[in-house]
Structures are given as structure tokens and as C-alpha cells.
């Protein structure tokens, strides 16, 4: 009897332990402030409570369909790039939660894609913990080679986070379900872009053409020094969105590099691009919501009389 009484009583304070673990994660969680490094911090509380130290946090992006990493520990960048994962391998391949696959699964394949060779080589298992929010998955964290302790607690950590998880989606703003702007890359005919606004302004007199030349260089690198575990494609990424959501329907982007892009825009005539110039800042500001101030995007600005010059190719020669 003595004997079960200490296995017994090992069993509570096992099952304690694991209700105290939680209860101090939840308290934590519950007092980050909603942002764009929201991610990072809430990846690090679930590897203080799991017990992991290389990970990746996949967030929904529903314009892309597409699962991609908002923070990320201790895996290889090229990892991190490719961890672009289609929502129809999480909602039709898959099913398979909360449990390690081990390297000889024939299922832990369908991710060999998502890996550089080196970090597929040297991993032993992965585990995928889903978290959900009106029964559909809007986040995964993705453990490589997870412990038996950190497995015991993924389904209740999995039941209990859909707030927190609500809040990394937030964070992305935005960038949401109801955005429908999508990125496209024209960088191949940039003269067709301009064209398609002189065209649109022609024997209008209220509206002028401005081209203003963005180069966001030190935006991205401040980002990037406040927030490591954000691959730096995604930051370009979602500056570059940020900018498209403020400039639709009036403007056209141009992207030149991944810090620097042409915007063709139709302003009032009598208005200040320095107004448009602004409004670029504090929507970039306004996405990132970093508590660093971060700064402004470098740029020029060109005013064209369509009426004067309608051919865009004359124009670009002087701007590319």
C-alpha cells in the first residue's frame, strides 16, 4: 500500500505540475499587448512551457492560401523561406496533430519540401500543433524534435490558446481575410503601368501624375534589428502590401529591388504629395506597431503634366 500511495502521490504532483505549467503560460500570454512582434513573444512563451528550442509559428494568410512563418527559432533561413505551406495540405493531406512523426513516417515526407536538405537531414521527428478558431486552423506551430513533456501538453495547449491565436492573426492586420489586394509582380513592363494612369487622367484638368521613388532600406533593416525571428522577405513583403492597401484604386506599384519601388499616383492637383508621403509612413507605422519608432521611407518625388508627356517610356527614362 505504501508503495501505491508514493506512485499515487507521484501521479498528483505530476498532474499539478502540468495545471501550474498552464496556468502560469495563460497568465503570461494574456498580458502581451497586441502587435506585430506578437509572434516572437508568444513563440517563446510556448517554447518556455514545451520545453523546445527549434520551432516555427505558421500563420494563415487567406489572399496567398498559404500557411507562412511570423516567427521562427533556431532554424536555417533557407527553412524558413521555403515554409510556405498550401492550407490543403493542413485541411485535406493531413490529420495527424499533436503526435511526433518520427523520420521513418512515410507522412513526415509530405514536409520534406519545407526543409532545406541540411535541416531535413539532421531532424529526427516534428510535431504540428493546430490552433483553431471557428473550427477552421488559422495558426500551426511547428516543434522539430519535440520531447515527450512538450507532446503531453500540445492538446491542451491547443483547446485552451484560440484567443491568443486570434490575437497573432489580429497582429497581422492588415493583412486579414477581408483583404483582397494581392501583390503581383510587373517589374517585367512598368511602362504599361504608367501608361494605364496617363491614359486614365487624359482631358481630366483636376487630376496630376506623381512618381514618387520609395526606398525602404533602413525601414527594413530597423524592422529586422527589432524583430530577428522575421524572415526578411516577409517584412518587404508586407511593406509592400501596406503600401498597395493605402494606394488603391489611385496608384500603381513598380517594384525595382526588394527595398525600392516606383509609385505611379493620381493626385488632386493643388494637393502635396508630402500629404501622400505621410499617410505612407503612418500606414507602415500603423502595420508594424512596434513600441520602436521606426523610420521614415526615403524618397523623391516627380510631378508629370500628362499633357505635355504621354508617352511613359520617355518618362521612365529618367526615373530607372
Do not use: W
Not at 232 to 253: F, M, Q
Not at 275 to 295: D, E, G, M, R
Amino acid at each position: 500500500m505504501g508503495l501505491l500511495t508514493k506512485v499515487n502521490d507521484k501521479k498528483l504532483s505530476l498532474i499539478d505540475k502540468k495545471k501550474n505549467q498552464i496556468s502560469d503560460f495563460l497568465e503570461k500570454a494574456e498580458s502581451l499587448h497586441q502587435g506585430f512582434e506578437y509572434g516572437n513573444k508568444l513563440l517563446q512563451l510556448f517554447s518556455d512551457l514545451m520545453g523546445f528550442n527549434k520551432a516555427a509559428l505558421l500563420v494563415s494568410e487567406q489572399c496567398d492560401k498559404l500557411f507562412v512563418p511570423v516567427s521562427y527559432m533556431n532554424i536555417d533561413i533557407t527553412t524558413v523561406r521555403h515554409l510556405r505551406i498550401q492550407h490543403t495540405v493542413f485541411s485535406v493531406q493531413f490529420n495527424n496533430y499533436c503526435q511526433k512523426l518520427n523520420k521513418n513516417n512515410k507522412k513526415l515526407k509530405k514536409f520534406k519540401q519545407y526543409f532545406s536538405i541540411r535541416e531535413f537531414s539532421i531532424l529526427s521527428s516534428i510535431a504540428l500543433v493546430p490552433f483553431y478558431s471557428n473550427s477552421l486552423i488559422e495558426s500551426v506551430l511547428l516543434i522539430i524534435d519535440p520531447s515527450e513533456d512538450a507532446l503531453k501538453l500540445c492538446r491542451e495547449i491547443t483547446l485552451k490558446s484560440e484567443k491568443f491565436i486570434l490575437k497573432l492573426y489580429n497582429s497581422r492586420k492588415p493583412f486579414s481575410n477581408n483583404l483582397k489586394i494581392e501583390y503581383e509582380d510587373k517589374s517585367s513592363d512598368p511602362a504599361l503601368l504608367l501608361q494605364k494612369i496617363i491614359t486614365s487622367i487624359k482631358n481630366n484638368n483636376s487630376i496630376s501624375l506623381i512618381i514618387i521613388t520609395l526606398n525602404f532600406e533602413s525601414l527594413k533593416n530597423a524592422i529586422m534589428d527589432y524583430l530577428p525571428n522575421v524572415e526578411p522577405y516577409t517584412i518587404s513583403n508586407d511593406i509592400i502590401k501596406a503600401i498597395l492597401r493605402l494606394i488603391n484604386p489611385n496608384g500603381e506599384i513598380y517594384k525595382i529591388s526588394s527595398v525600392k519601388c516606383l509609385l505611379f499616383y493620381k493626385i488632386k492637383k493643388g494637393k502635396s504629395p508630402d500629404i501622400i508621403i505621410h499617410q505612407l509612413n503612418v500606414a507602415i507605422s500603423t502595420f508594424f506597431n512596434l513600441s520602436a519608432s521606426l523610420p521614415d521611407i526615403n524618397t523623391s518625388v516627380t510631378v508629370i503634366d500628362p499633357e505635355e508627356t504621354e508617352n511613359a517610356n520617355n518618362i521612365l527614362a529618367g526615373l530607372l
